[in-house]
């Protein structure tokens, strides 16, 4: 059987919602990152104190309080990639026993497809769970990155390189927290494609409602409220 006759296997209804999968995916990363400057996702805004955060980095004494905090940072995108390492293990099992898989399946949504259907709409889940794991890692490695670069900074603030240091470190934290924000948008959207199982309305409704959550957290939430809210300054 060739490629054509495979995807032949494959509902009008599968192709769009795969389709709005990938849309929904990379174009709420796009707009999450390029968020208008009127309105900033948090993910943005979290930037703006990352880099305020190397700022003060300079002048605190001592920096035990920082050094914590990045390793905090690279403690969460360890966990997360070993997390994305056990669903990439399930995965592939699933695509070993294939067959068991399709007959759950077929129990609730009343269908008999080829064991074909059943391995790609596996791996739509193992592909993003990889996607997922690559950028935790990689993230990991910038947290590094930048804790290194943290301690590169003088510890005297008149030193002409402690600024200019320690901006760098802020963007190499900015670009950690990115691909760890992008794996975790890997692993909403690789647990919505396990919906597909289900079938493709199933799959349609798990993706709209992930890329709901997903932009209500960066553009309508309370802690964005929270960011953007100026400081009360009570007189005492």
Same mark, same amino acid.
């Given at each position: 059987?060739?490629?054509?006759?495979?995807?032949?296997?494959? &509902?009008?209804?599968?192709?769009? !919602? #795969? +389709?709005?999968?990938?849309?929904?995916?990379? $174009? *709420?990363?796009?707009?999450?990152?390029?968020?208008?400057?009127?309105?900033?996702?948090?993910?943005?805004?979290?930037?703006?104190?990352?880099?305020?955060?190397?700022?003060?980095?300079?002048?605190?004494?001592?920096?035990?309080?920082?050094?914590?905090?990045?390793?905090?940072?690279?403690?969460?995108? !360890?966990?997360? !990639?070993?997390?994305?390492?056990?669903?990439?293990? +399930?995965?592939?099992?699933?695509? %070993?026993?294939?067959?068991?898989?399709? $007959?759950?399946?077929?129990?609730?949504? &009343?269908?008999?497809?080829?064991?074909? #259907?059943?391995?790609?709409? #596996?791996?739509?889940?193992?592909?993003?769970?990889?996607?997922?794991?690559?950028?935790?890692?990689? *993230?990991?490695?910038?947290?590094?990155?930048?804790?290194?670069?943290?301690?590169? #900074?003088?510890?005297?603030?008149?030193?002409?390189? !402690?600024?200019?240091?320690?901006?760098?470190? %802020?963007?190499?934290?900015?670009?950690?927290?990115?691909?760890?924000?992008? $794996?975790?948008?890997? @692993?909403?959207? $690789?647990?919505?494609?396990?919906?597909?199982?289900?079938?493709?309305?199933?799959?349609?409704?798990?993706?709209?409602?992930?890329? %709901?959550?997903?932009?209500?957290?960066?553009?309508? *939430?309370? *802690?964005?409220? @929270?960011?953007?809210?100026?400081?009360?300054?009570?007189?005492?």
């Amino acid at each position: 059987m060739d490629l054509v006759d495979r995807l032949s296997l494959f &509902q009008l209804a599968d192709l769009i !919602a #795969v +389709g709005l999968l990938l849309l929904l995916w990379l $174009g *709420s990363t796009h707009l999450i990152e390029h968020s208008p400057k009127k309105y900033p996702s948090t993910s943005n805004l979290m930037a703006a104190f990352r880099r305020d955060w190397m700022v003060q980095l300079v002048t605190r004494q001592p920096r035990i309080f920082d050094s914590q905090i990045a390793g905090q940072l690279r403690q969460g995108a !360890a966990f997360l !990639a070993s997390g994305s390492m056990i669903a990439i293990g +399930g995965g592939l099992a699933l695509l %070993g026993n294939t067959e068991r898989l399709s $007959g759950l399946a077929e129990d609730l949504t &009343q269908q008999t497809d080829p064991l074909f #259907v059943w391995e790609i709409k #596996v791996f739509a889940f193992l592909a993003l769970a990889v996607n997922a794991f690559l950028k935790f890692i990689w *993230s990991h490695r910038l947290f590094g990155y930048c804790a290194v670069l943290m301690a590169s #900074v003088p510890n005297d603030p008149d030193d002409p390189e !402690a600024l200019p240091l320690a901006a760098k470190a %802020g963007e190499i934290n900015i670009l950690a927290a990115r691909g760890f924000n992008r $794996g975790l948008r890997s @692993v909403y959207f $690789g647990i919505a494609a396990t919906a597909w199982l289900a079938g493709p309305w199933a799959l349609i409704c798990a993706t709209l409602f992930t890329a %709901g959550v997903i932009l209500r957290r960066e553009f309508a *939430s309370q *802690s964005r409220r @929270v960011l953007l809210a100026k400081p009360n300054h009570t007189q005492t």
